[in-house]
Every structure is written in structure tokens, then in C-alpha cells.
């Protein structure tokens, strides 16, 4: 039962990574087609803005609906709906009618199925994967995104030249048909009633106050969630200044495609290298507080360097650092009851899209009209020795600084004893199925 619930796993992982694909390839060929027929940037902020705008206002209200339908339905629909977006868009390319419109209420409908999707992805882990060998299987999970974030632009800028918007949208759908029907050619479990959500369950508010409650008497569960939404927002932001960055300290478009190149690459190993090591992780906290101080110091390193080559190192370790969220993941897993976890996750989730999302409104107007403006100052002497007086100082402050802060709450939240021993204080929550609940109870 346990190799064919690991089988099952390991196809999911695999047609889960090939949507993904898909969809990246799509987000690159609309990027293409939306700068050669407009010139503009701007649409292309709105539409990452409609797709995460769902899941940063109701993702908790979707984990109730995922902790109380199964799974694999949830997962199959979520997927079908991003297909039919996929489909929708194809037409209207193939149509001739095509408005920036139509794509950003595609991107707000993919971003509702998407929402329900996320949740029960992470919970069926839970399900299918000992915990022994939860970390691994994250850590497979995590590689789907640099994989994909290498592999999306180099194939749509093959592809879109050869077959058009239309064609890589039909690949996308595809791999979406191809998703689906892995999922619903498998048997996943459904968890048994824990006493937490029983004692939650009756009616739809009360089943989300449960999720919340569950994480609100465990103060140091709740303190690490908090601790990674703060990350979400200090990390999302100054990274999204990165390619404005590099261009201005470089002044090279070329070394700037180099150094990104090493984004994908590093969180590719990064990945790579929990996965190789997975069985050796007794401890998740241990891992996480190493890799989150090496992460402030490669912000330190990009605020003040201007090596494109140590600037490439410095992208590649602070994101193959950053692949320690799977390590986080994992430790929801085991501490939160499985028929919980739609809600816990959403909980989660919801609360990184606020924390990313406030990021990226708040950095871009104090970089243009605060930090850049400042460089040209006379007080600016007092940092030039650290950031230079050149153009992009600004944002090199603002990465600086980033580093710092990283630093500073990374020591003081895991100098609270309670936060640092949680893996040890908190007991684990076996991942039972409900058919042998119901077989072995007495």
C-alpha cells in the first residue's frame, strides 16, 4: 500500500511539473506578445496582480472547502478550471478579438482554481508520503519551480517564433488535460476526524475559526507562520528590483541575463540538495536558521558588490537558500492533523500573498521616489562608502538593509526556545487513512 501511495506521488510530482511548465511557458509568450504589440510593462503587473488577488483575500475560506471535499476532486477541478482559462485565452487569440481585458479575467479565474489547488497539493503529501520521507518529497515538490523556470524561457522562445501564442497555450492546455488525468487515474486517502476538527466542525465559519484557533493555541507554530510572512514580505520586493538592479550596476543587459541565469540554477541545486540529504534532516529548525542567515548575507553581498561574477553567486546561494521553505512545509505537515491542513495551509498562504503583495506595492514607489532621488544627495555620503554613489545605489541600500533585517529577526525568532524546540514540544500527527482508521478501530 505505502509503494503505491509513494508511486502515486512521484507521478503527481511529475505531471504537476509539466503544467507548471506549461503555464510558465504561456506566462513567457504572453510577456513576448504583450511587449511587441503594446511597448508596455504595466499590463503584465496587473496580471500577476488579478491572478494572486483571490487567494490574498480568500485562500483561508478555500482550505475549509479542501479539508471538506477530497482531495483528489479538488485538485482534478482546480486543474480542469485553469485548463478552461487556457482554452479561453487560446480562442481569443485564434479569433482575432484578443483584449488586454479578456487576460485579466482569465488571470483572476485561473488565480480562483489556482487558490484551492495550492492547499490540497501540500496536504496530500501528507497522505501519500511517510513522514520519514516527507522532507524528500517537499524537496522534489520545490524542485518543480526553478525546473520550470529554466526550462519555460528557453522552449517559448524557441516555440513562439515557430507556433505562435496560440500553439504554446495549447501545449499549456495539454499538460493540464495530462495533469488531471494522472490524478484521477489515483487512489488518495482521505484522512480521518481528528478531535480538532471535530471539535470545529458544524458550519462553515466555524470550520475556518477552527483552523485559525488550532494555530492560535500552538504560539510557537503561530510564531514560525508569522515569521516566514514576514520573509514573504521582506524577500519578495527587493528581489523583484533585481533586473533594474543589475542592468544599471552592470550596465550590461547581457551579464544581467547571466547573473538571473543563475537564479533557476540555484534554487535547482538548492532543491537538489535537500533531496539528496533529506534522510540526514532530523531536526528542520537546524537546517532553517543556516540557511536563512546565509540568505541575509548574499543581500549584504548584493547591496555592496559590483563583481557581476560575485553578484551571480550571491543570486544562486540566496535562492537555493530560500529552497529551506519546502523544510517548512514540512513541519506544518507533521504538526498540524491531516484533515486540518487544507485550512492551516490556506491560513498560510493567504497570510505570504499579504505579506508578498504589500511588499511589492511599498518597494517600488520608495526606491523611485525616496531611495534612488536620495543618491544625488549630500547625505548620501554617509552610506556611499557602502553602496557607492552610482546609479542603482538606491536599491543596493534597500538590499542592504533587507540583509540586516533578515539577519536581526532570524536570530531573535529562533532565540525564543519555544520557537527553536517546536519540532521537539509539539507532537506529531500521524497520517492515518480513513478506510484503516476505520478498519483497526476496536
Same mark, same amino acid.
Not at 24 to 38: E, N
Not at 187 to 195: D, G, L, Q, V
Not at 375 to 385: F, G, Q
Given at each position: +500500500?505505502?509503494?503505491?501511495?509513494?508511486?502515486?506521488?512521484?507521478?503527481?510530482?511529475?505531471?504537476?511539473?509539466?503544467?507548471?511548465?506549461?503555464?510558465?511557458?504561456?506566462?513567457?509568450?504572453?510577456? !513576448?506578445?504583450?511587449?511587441?504589440?503594446?511597448?508596455?510593462?504595466? @499590463?503584465?503587473?496587473?496580471?500577476?496582480?488579478?491572478?494572486?488577488?483571490?487567494?490574498?483575500?480568500? %485562500?483561508?475560506?478555500?482550505?475549509?472547502?479542501?479539508?471538506?471535499?477530497?482531495? /483528489?476532486?479538488?485538485?482534478?477541478?482546480?486543474?480542469?478550471?485553469?485548463?478552461?482559462?487556457?482554452?479561453? *485565452?487560446? *480562442?481569443?487569440?485564434?479569433?482575432?478579438?484578443?483584449?488586454?481585458?479578456?487576460?485579466?479575467?482569465?488571470?483572476?479565474?485561473?488565480?480562483?482554481?489556482?487558490?484551492?489547488?495550492?492547499? &490540497?497539493?501540500?496536504?496530500?503529501?501528507?497522505?501519500?508520503?511517510?513522514? %520519514?520521507?516527507?522532507?524528500?518529497?517537499?524537496?522534489?515538490?520545490? +524542485?518543480?519551480?526553478?525546473?520550470?523556470?529554466?526550462?519555460? $524561457?528557453?522552449?517559448?522562445?524557441?516555440?513562439?517564433?515557430?507556433?505562435?501564442?496560440?500553439?504554446?497555450?495549447?501545449?499549456?492546455?495539454?499538460?493540464?488535460?495530462? &495533469?488531471?488525468?494522472?490524478?484521477?487515474?489515483?487512489?488518495?486517502?482521505? @484522512?480521518?476526524?481528528?478531535?480538532? &476538527?471535530?471539535?470545529?466542525?458544524? %458550519?462553515?465559519? /466555524?470550520?475556518?475559526?477552527?483552523?485559525?484557533?488550532? *494555530?492560535?493555541?500552538?504560539?510557537?507554530?503561530?510564531?514560525?507562520?508569522?515569521?516566514?510572512?514576514?520573509?514573504?514580505?521582506?524577500?519578495?520586493? @527587493?528581489?523583484?528590483? +533585481?533586473?533594474?538592479?543589475?542592468?544599471?550596476?552592470?550596465?550590461?543587459?547581457?551579464?544581467?541575463?547571466?547573473?538571473?541565469?543563475?537564479?533557476?540554477?540555484?534554487?535547482?541545486?538548492?532543491?537538489?540538495?535537500?533531496?539528496?540529504?533529506?534522510?540526514?534532516?532530523?531536526?528542520?529548525?537546524?537546517?532553517?536558521?543556516?540557511?536563512?542567515? +546565509?540568505?541575509?548575507?548574499?543581500?549584504?553581498?548584493?547591496?555592496?558588490?559590483?563583481?557581476?561574477?560575485?553578484?551571480? !553567486?550571491?543570486?544562486?546561494?540566496?535562492?537555493?537558500?530560500?529552497?529551506?521553505?519546502?523544510?517548512?512545509?514540512?513541519?506544518?505537515?507533521?504538526?498540524?492533523?491531516?484533515?486540518?491542513?487544507?485550512?492551516?495551509?490556506?491560513?498560510?498562504?493567504?497570510?505570504?500573498?499579504?505579506?508578498?503583495?504589500?511588499?511589492?506595492?511599498?518597494?517600488?514607489?520608495?526606491?523611485?521616489?525616496?531611495?534612488? @532621488?536620495?543618491?544625488?544627495?549630500?547625505?548620501?555620503?554617509?552610506?556611499?562608502?557602502?553602496?557607492?554613489?552610482?546609479?542603482?545605489?538606491?536599491?543596493?541600500?534597500?538590499?542592504?538593509?533587507?540583509?540586516?533585517?533578515?539577519?536581526?529577526?532570524?536570530?531573535?525568532?529562533? &532565540?525564543? $526556545?519555544?520557537?527553536?524546540?517546536?519540532?521537539? %514540544?509539539?507532537?506529531?500527527?500521524?497520517?492515518? $487513512?480513513?478506510?484503516?482508521?476505520?478498519?483497526?478501530?476496536?
Amino acid at each position: +500500500m505505502q509503494q503505491r501511495h509513494l508511486r502515486n506521488f512521484y507521478i503527481l510530482v511529475i505531471t504537476q511539473t509539466l503544467s507548471m511548465l506549461g503555464s510558465r511557458m504561456t506566462s513567457v509568450a504572453i510577456s !513576448l506578445q504583450i511587449f511587441l504589440t503594446t511597448g508596455q510593462a504595466a @499590463p503584465l503587473l496587473l496580471v500577476s496582480f488579478f491572478n494572486e488577488l483571490p487567494a490574498m483575500l480568500f %485562500n483561508s475560506l478555500a482550505g475549509v472547502w479542501v479539508d471538506r471535499w477530497d482531495r /483528489r476532486w479538488v485538485m482534478m477541478l482546480a486543474d480542469a478550471g485553469q485548463a478552461v482559462g487556457s482554452l479561453l *485565452l487560446m *480562442l481569443s487569440f485564434l479569433s482575432g478579438q484578443f483584449q488586454l481585458w479578456h487576460l485579466y479575467i482569465i488571470a483572476l479565474m485561473q488565480g480562483v482554481f489556482a487558490m484551492f489547488q495550492e492547499p &490540497a497539493k501540500s496536504a496530500v503529501v501528507t497522505m501519500l508520503v511517510p513522514e %520519514n520521507q516527507r522532507n524528500r518529497a517537499n524537496a522534489l515538490q520545490g +524542485m518543480s519551480h526553478p525546473l520550470a523556470g529554466i526550462l519555460a $524561457p528557453a522552449l517559448a522562445g524557441l516555440l513562439f517564433t515557430m507556433i505562435g501564442l496560440a500553439g504554446i497555450v495549447f501545449i499549456d492546455l495539454l499538460t493540464f488535460f495530462v &495533469a488531471v488525468a494522472a490524478v484521477y487515474a489515483m487512489h488518495i486517502p482521505r @484522512p480521518p476526524m481528528s478531535e480538532e &476538527a471535530h471539535a470545529a466542525a458544524g %458550519n462553515f465559519w /466555524r470550520e475556518l475559526a477552527g483552523g485559525m484557533r488550532f *494555530l492560535s493555541v500552538r504560539p510557537a507554530l503561530l510564531g514560525l507562520v508569522i515569521y516566514f510572512t514576514i520573509m514573504n514580505f521582506l524577500l519578495n520586493g @527587493p528581489l523583484d528590483l +533585481m533586473i533594474p538592479y543589475l542592468v544599471k550596476i552592470t550596465g550590461s543587459e547581457t551579464l544581467t541575463g547571466l547573473v538571473l541565469s543563475a537564479e533557476s540554477l540555484g534554487g535547482f541545486i538548492g532543491a537538489g540538495l535537500l533531496v539528496a540529504y533529506s534522510s540526514r534532516i532530523h531536526r528542520r529548525i537546524n537546517v532553517i536558521i543556516p540557511a536563512m542567515l +546565509m540568505v541575509s548575507i548574499m543581500f549584504l553581498i548584493l547591496g555592496t558588490s559590483h563583481s557581476p561574477l560575485v553578484l551571480a !553567486l550571491a543570486v544562486a546561494c540566496l535562492i537555493g537558500g530560500l529552497q529551506i521553505w519546502t523544510l517548512f512545509t514540512s513541519i506544518l505537515q507533521a504538526k498540524s492533523p491531516p484533515d486540518l491542513q487544507g485550512r492551516v495551509f490556506s491560513i498560510s498562504n493567504q497570510l505570504g500573498y499579504l505579506g508578498a503583495t504589500t511588499s511589492f506595492l511599498l518597494i517600488g514607489p520608495l526606491v523611485d521616489h525616496v531611495v534612488e @532621488p536620495a543618491v544625488r544627495t549630500a547625505s548620501w555620503s554617509v552610506v556611499a562608502p557602502l553602496v557607492g554613489d552610482q546609479a542603482g545605489a538606491g536599491i543596493g541600500l534597500v538590499l542592504l538593509v533587507t540583509g540586516v533585517i533578515i539577519l536581526t529577526l532570524t536570530i531573535v525568532t529562533f &532565540a525564543i $526556545p519555544a520557537v527553536r524546540h517546536l519540532e521537539i %514540544n509539539l507532537p506529531d500527527y500521524a497520517a492515518v $487513512p480513513e478506510e484503516t482508521a476505520t478498519a483497526t478501530a476496536p
